[in-house]
């Protein structure tokens, strides 16, 4: 009888070892199937239009920055804002409020009165196609400007804050750098985004 017993509980420590073990590697399933927050960038120049990039965030690698991101799209900050900078083998840059309404000299200036986000330097190097923080000549400096290399640029690896890439669209992005443009690398014609978060 006492054999049947210990044999009993054996049998439960095992079944419970089991089932420990199974929800274990459903939650981590769950984890590991996680996804990185994508966003759906809508470009037009005046009735033509460009496209859309879809974009990928690295939460993991600059928190604080895809969490400024996903902040500013919530309430549309970036629709109407232009690519004021362009610039063949490099990048393209925008996000800067002035760019809807201002003055087309105060494009890139960008407000003063705007949020700054510290520094996230990673190990992700800027290569084509790259998401990248655009700032003044102070680190911490971050607002909502932003640029997307068109090609490699490794001097700005761990100077500038890496925080997604572009995962469709780069054509659309293409098109972008190569519109004609003013000495100051300015669209002659101004090319202007909507961005949207994609919830599937």
């Not at 120049?45 to 496209?51: H, L, R, S, T």
């Not at 083998?89 to 960008?110: A, H, Y």
């Not at 780069?170 to 519109?179: C, E, S």
């Amino acid at each position: 009888m006492k054999a049947f017993i210990r044999l009993f509980i054996i049998g439960l420590l095992i079944t419970s070892v089991a089932f420990c073990a199974d929800s274990n590697n459903k939650k981590k399933g769950k984890m590991e199937e996680k996804k990185n927050p994508q966003y759906v960038m809508s470009v037009k120049q005046g009735d033509v239009k460009f496209g859309d990039i879809t974009l990928e965030l690295f939460p993991d690698v600059a928190p604080k920055h895809c969490h400024n991101f996903d902040s500013l799209v919530s309430i549309k900050f970036f629709d109407g804002t232009a690519f004021h900078r362009v610039i063949p083998g490099f990048m393209i840059q925008g996000g800067d409020p002035n760019s809807k309404n201002k003055p087309r000299e105060t494009w890139g200036m960008g407000d003063p009165s705007q949020k700054t986000v510290p520094a996230e330097f990673n190990d992700i190097s800027h290569e084509r196609g790259i998401l990248s923080a655009a700032r003044t000549s102070d680190p911490n400096s971050a607002t909502s400007q932003f640029f997307i290399c068109v090609a490699a640029a490794p001097h700005l690896n761990k100077q500038y804050t890496v925080y997604g890439k572009v995962i469709s669209g780069m054509d659309v992005v293409d098109k972008i750098v190569n519109v004609p443009r003013d000495k100051r690398d300015n669209p002659l014609t101004k090319v202007e985004m909507t961005i949207h978060k994609k919830t599937d």
